[in-house]
């Protein structure tokens, strides 16, 4: 099982341009797209968030049961439902304006142990911001690494919604040591301001970077640097592409039975040469199409193995 802890909300996603453009309602949220593509692909999943109990909130449930994500361990509350609002540039890329006063997921508490069958816990997004929840958490990731359990981090960084910038790094390099896999995109390696060599030294077993287009490239604590190029695609937008990959990567690692800290140490050249072109390969598909729509297990030609 592979539990996905974080938040799930609501994308208001523009039909066209100009910032009056029509809204449509799509469910998204980091961890929440993690949590379907992981179901989608065929990994044992269960969702770890507190959601809310008006329309939204049925609807976001609703998906993760689509895809045979579990849901035992979500929370549920009176408060509305976070919205983002995204803005798709001429190139697909998406940035995102928060609605997040006073919504359910905030008020996330940590439960008393992860469901049973927990090989990893995945961690990331605004759910690592936004208090009181980001404590609690935080909380669950040093809780889980401490128990030995596999934890992936993907800050998935929303300037946004950082309103103390310094703080924030200063928090995320605490957080490593308790991070086996951490997966980062280009913009959140500059913003951030390290190195795959000073993250590693500080806890993780491998540091993933995304480029787009452009491919993936790992980084290892032996030194070792492999990269893929991306696959090439027609993008409607890139919505959920960051979370696709995060879930093909804890997906492949799941197939090679290497969700451990020493399996993922070993993996070598050709496991992860294998599990980065999956991963590309996943998020080609989810660009392909409009929203955070991820790929299906036959919709991947070859697998993760």
């Known amino acids: ?54 329309a939204f909130g049925e609807a976001l449930l609703d998906g993760l049961r689509r895809a045979g994500v579990d849901t035992t361990a979500v929370q549920r509350g009176p408060e509305p439902t976070t919205l983002a609002v995204a803005s798709i540039g001429a190139d697909g890329s998406a940035a995102y304006s928060f609605y997040v006063e006073g919504t359910a997921d905030r008020l996330f508490t940590a439960p008393a142990e992860l469901p ?13 911001v936004l208090e009181p929840g980001a404590s609690a958490y ?31 790094r200063a928090r995320f390099k605490s ?39 452009d491919g993936l490239t790992a980084w290892t604590r032996d030194g070792a640097e492999h990269t893929v190029p991306g696959e ?24 090679q039975d ?16 294998r599990l980065l072109r999956f991963a590309a390969r996943a998020a080609a598909v989810t660009c392909s199409r409009a929203g955070a729509e991820p790929p299906y297990a036959h919709e991947l030609e070859g697998g993760a193995r």
């Open 1 to 54: 099982m592979i539990v996905v802890a974080g938040e799930a909300l609501i994308d208001l996603v523009p039909q066209g341009p100009g910032a009056l453009a029509a809204l449509t309602p799509a469910l998204g949220g980091g961890p929440y797209n993690t949590a379907v593509a992981l179901g989608r692909l065929g990994s044992p999943a269960a969702f770890c968030s507190r959601i809310s109990e008006d």
């Open 232 to 255: 090439r695609v027609d993008v409607v937008d890139t919505i959920g592409a960051g979370d696709t990959v995060n879930a093909a990567l804890l997906h492949g690692l799941a197939a």
């Open 138 to 168: 935080e909380e669950l990731m040093r809780r889980a690494a401490a128990q030995g359990v596999f934890t992936a981090l993907d800050p998935n960084i929303r300037p946004g919604l950082i309103p103390d910038a310094d703080a924030y």
């Open 116 to 128: 049973a069958g927990t090989r990893a816990v995945s961690f990331g997004t605004c759910s690592l």
């Open 258 to 273: 290497a969700l451990t800290p020493d399996a993922l140490a070993a993996l070598g050249a050709e496991g992860w040469t």
């Open 175 to 213: 957080w490593l040591a308790s991070v086996t896999l951490l997966k980062l995109s280009e913009e959140d390696a500059r913003w951030l301001g390290g190195t795959p060599q000073e993250w590693l030294s500080a806890g993780p077993t491998a540091v993933v970077i995304t480029r787009g287009g």
